[in-house]
Structure formats: C-alpha cells, structure tokens
C-alpha cells in the first residue's frame, strides 16, 4: 500500500507541474513587455522574449521545465532575475511556522472542544460549540483576520499587526489560519467520538470501575482519532491554500505573498515553484496521515 502511495505522490506532484505550467500560460499579459517596461519598443520585447525563450513551441518550454524540475532546477525569476530556488527558500521557514503553529492550535483546540460536546450532549455547552464550529466554517479566512487585526492589535495593542520577526508577530495569523480547521477538526471529533462511546468496549470499561478520564482519553479517543487523522491530512492543503491570503492581508513573508506578487509580475518561473512546493507539501501530509493511521490502528498494519 506504502508503495501505491509513493506512486501516486509521484503522479501527482508531476500532474500538478503541467498543470500549473499551462495554467501560467493562459493568464492574460506578457511577461517580456512586464519585463521591459511599458515604455519599450516591439524591438526590445521580441529580444527579451527571444533571451528568456519565451518565443519556442509549447512542448519546447514544458519540456524544459519539467527537466530543470528533475535536477531541481526552476528557473530564474523574471521579477529578481536570481534563480527561484534563492528566492523561494527564504521563503519556506515563515510558511512553515505559521501553517504548523495555525495546525497545532487547530488540533489542541479543536479536539478538546469536540471531547467536550461530545461528553456533553443536549446541553447549552455543546450547542454553543456547534454554532461556533459552524460560524468558524462559515467565516472567510481575510475576514476574520481582519476583525482580529482592528480587536487585537489596532485597539487593545497587544500584538502587532503586520510583519514577522517574534512570536507575537505570529499570534493573529496562526489564530486566523487556524479558525475553519478548528471547526472542521471540531465536529469530526464530535461526531466521531459519540459513535465510539455508544461501542461495547466502552460500556464495559465503564462497568467494571474504570476512571471516566482513562475511558475517554485511553479508551474512546484514540480509537476516535482515525478519521481526524484522515481529515486532518486533507485539511492540511486547504490550511495551506488559506495561508496566501493570511499571509496576504498581515504581510507575511511567506511563499503566499511572494506568490500573489509573482502573478502580478507574471513571473511564471517562481509562481510555477511556489504552487509546486504546496502541491509536494499536501501530499506528503496526506501520505504521513496514512502512515499515522497505520501507527495507531493495527488492523490497517495486518490488512
């Protein structure tokens, strides 16, 4: 199974290059006139677009992308005129912390909210958790941020609003990533964990004298883990595709900013990496979600 897992991140990582390579393609503008400025002559744009190869087939270009990608080669950036590479990884750290720091809140805090309702079923605690899971759903990821940003940094002062550099720079970004996975994590726990509570296995601990917080902590919740597991691994991409937008609107240096600014710039070279790496990211994470499911089921290992 591990094997057909590598095989199919293999394909799609490769799929997801071609298709972002033609996408690139379809975005209306040139990118040798943004090159040269407004102000150049036809003259001057032909060259550069002869100089940058721009002007050879289709196929010539993809072909040549896809075997710079093989040796990890992608190219340089029309913007910076640096290798993409140079650009990108300085990049990839802020990414990083913020999407791990936006899922590990996530996951404390959605958990614990999902293992509460559930324990309290038809009460005003598990109601009021419902309408905000819901609302967390429902709420879009820049907007929240926004109201964040004006509650918290604007008229309280206790973060900053923008930038990056300590970790109070990272609180209102992770918080705002992390809203809708909260939501998302939340009800799966919910629902997961009442499904194992009504299991015969848990009756029975709990006839023969077994403290509650072992029932539901060694007994219930890691049997309910498997599908928020799975949901987590899944989620992780769309965690990812919202840090553009949150790394957006708190100007965080991360691969969402240098990608938002690419496309305007139509530098194709480091928009195609950028949307690349977060293809590789999403399906590693999907692929270490199997393993973990492996970890902790063993009927999955014996299958």
């Not at 023969?208 to 991409?237: C, D, Q, S, Y």
């Not at 900013?257 to 994470?285: E, G, H, W």
Request: contains cysteine.
């Amino acid at each position: 199974m591990l094997l057909r897992r590598l095989g199919a991140l293999v394909v799609t990582v490769l799929l997801v290059s071609v298709a972002t390579f033609l996408a690139m393609r379809l975005v209306p503008g040139d990118p040798a006139r943004m090159i040269a400025g407004p102000e150049a002559s036809a003259d001057v744009v032909e060259a550069i677009r002869r100089d940058w190869g721009l002007d050879q087939p289709l196929h010539i270009q993809l072909g040549r992308f896809l075997a710079g990608i093989a040796t990890g080669d992608f190219g340089t950036s029309y913007r910076t005129r640096s290798p993409v590479w140079d650009d990108v990884k300085t990049r990839l750290l802020p990414t990083f912390l913020l999407s791990v720091t936006g899922l590990g809140l996530a996951l404390a805090f959605g958990i614990a909210a999902g293992v509460l309702a559930a324990t309290r079923r038809g009460t005003v605690l598990d109601t009021g958790l419902s309408i905000l899971s819901t609302l967390g759903i429902s709420l879009p990821v820049f907007w929240v941020g926004i109201l964040l940003m004006m509650f918290f940094a604007a008229r309280l002062r206790w973060v900053p609003s923008s930038g990056w550099g300590t970790w109070q720079h990272l609180v209102l970004p992770a918080f705002t990533l992390g809203v809708g996975f909260f939501a998302s994590i939340s009800r799966m726990t919910r629902s997961s964990m009442l499904e194992v509570l009504q299991d015969d296995y848990v009756r029975t601990a709990r006839a023969k004298g077994v403290p509650r917080v072992k029932v539901l902590m060694g007994h219930a919740l890691r049997n309910a883990l498997l599908p928020i597991i799975t949901i987590a691994g899944l989620e992780f991409g769309r965690l990812l595709g919202g840090a553009v937008i949150t790394e957006t609107v708190f100007a965080w240096p991360g691969l969402g900013t240098l990608m938002v600014n690419s496309i305007k710039f139509r530098d194709y070279p480091t928009v195609q990496a950028c949307v690349i790496l977060l293809a590789i990211c999403i399906a590693v994470s999907t692929f270490l979600s199997d393993l973990l499911n492996l970890y902790v089921d063993p009927r999955l290992r014996r299958g």
